[in-house]
């Protein structure tokens, strides 16, 4: 019986029975160093492919950017992205979503804890076990399903209050909110120029493209605290 899968990057998947041993080998030095290696509901999900310049990488960091200064100036938490490791276990969830944030009043609850190295050093996380407030994914060629189904209702099982799903690749610019409600997950209201609410932040967010001096694509996320 087989007990790993090589891939030709470099790295193994070990034979892994549970969300636990999951989590016990992306702590440890083992786990590859680059790609997106996620565990949802038993199934190993890997994606080693790289981002797209313009509807990934450049989408990415306007998201960041603007997030960071609403979240700073308002102290309300962490915003961090990337390889930053989500867990939950009643979901039987492990990902590195594109955007996560965890406002303090979770943090304070206990709704969501920071997890340690294995070697107990001080200030030293990997992790985030329990239910962020907020989760962005970007998606890309090998992620449309995954991000708009099996995501989609991953999040909602953990308890992720609002997910945010943005498409850049087509002639259409994607932005959705989906906020959780006892039924799953709903979309956020919008008005008649493009802005959706979001409970999380309680602005309202409008995501628009252009052409930028060299022909490429910008990003301009926009957002105001009350509607027209």
Known sequence: MATSVAFEEGFEIPFVRSLGEFREWARS????????????????????????????????????????????????GDLRSDRTRVSTPEADLSVE?????????????????????????????????????????????????????RLLAAYCQAGVAEYWVVDARGEELVFRIHRRAPSGYEPAPSDAEGYRHSGVFDRWFRLTRRRDRRGGWAFDLEHRQAPP
């Open 97 to 149: 979503p594109d955007l996560v944030f965890i406002s303090n009043e979770t943090f304070e609850s206990g709704g969501a804890r920071l997890v340690g190295k294995v070697t107990g050093e001080a200030d030293r996380y990997v992790e985030v076990e329990g239910s962020p407030d907020l989760v962005v994914e970007i998606v890309s060629d090998r992620s449309v399903t995954k991000d708009n189904v």
């Open 29 to 76: 030095d083992d786990f590859p160093e680059r790609g997106r290696v996620d565990y949802l509901a038993g199934r190993i999900e890997v994606d080693m492919t790289p981002e797209d310049y313009y509807s990934h990488g450049g989408l990415k960091v306007e998201l960041i950017g603007v997030l960071r200064d609403i979240v700073k100036a308002g102290d309300l």
